[in-house]
């Protein structure tokens, strides 16, 4: 999930990022997300980042999967402890989804 914020009102909302398949400019530094090619079809959601700030996180939600699932795959060779190494992925997804703070 990535966190945007609705446009207007300024209210943060997670979104699943494989949801989205078109975004577009709003004409005053927003998006508009769509989840079909066909703007007709399906929901559309403004937010206040840019199309460029959108692509961005989704790009960055999309590499930490990847990250992730290596990572949890060699730390639960190394440590043996599946415990410790869910607890750690835990933490550390929710710190990426902006639901704990960076310490």
Same mark, same amino acid.
């Given at each position: 999930?990535?966190?945007?914020?609705?446009?207007?009102?300024?209210?943060?909302?997670?979104?699943?990022?494989?949801?989205?398949?078109?975004?577009?400019?709003?004409?005053?530094?927003?998006?508009?997300?769509?989840?079909?090619?066909?703007?007709?079809?399906? *929901?559309?959601?403004?937010?206040?980042?840019?199309?460029?700030?959108?692509?961005?996180?989704?790009?960055?939600?999309?590499?930490?999967?990847?990250?992730?699932?290596?990572?949890?795959?060699?730390?639960?060779?190394?440590? #043996?402890?599946?415990? *410790?190494?869910?607890?750690?992925?835990?933490?550390?997804?929710?710190?990426?989804? #902006?639901?704990?703070?960076?310490?």
């Amino acid at each position: 999930m990535i966190k945007l914020t609705f446009n207007g009102v300024n209210v943060p909302m997670m979104i699943d990022p494989a949801k989205i398949a078109l975004i577009e400019t709003d004409g005053s530094g927003g998006s508009y997300l769509y989840d079909s090619f066909n703007r007709s079809d399906g *929901w559309e959601v403004r937010v206040k980042e840019s199309p460029e700030e959108v692509t961005k996180k989704i790009l960055e939600y999309k590499l930490a999967m990847v990250k992730y699932s290596v990572g949890f795959a060699q730390a639960l060779r190394d440590s #043996g402890d599946p415990e *410790w190494v869910f607890d750690n992925a835990e933490f550390k997804m929710s710190e990426l989804a #902006g639901l704990e703070e960076p310490q």
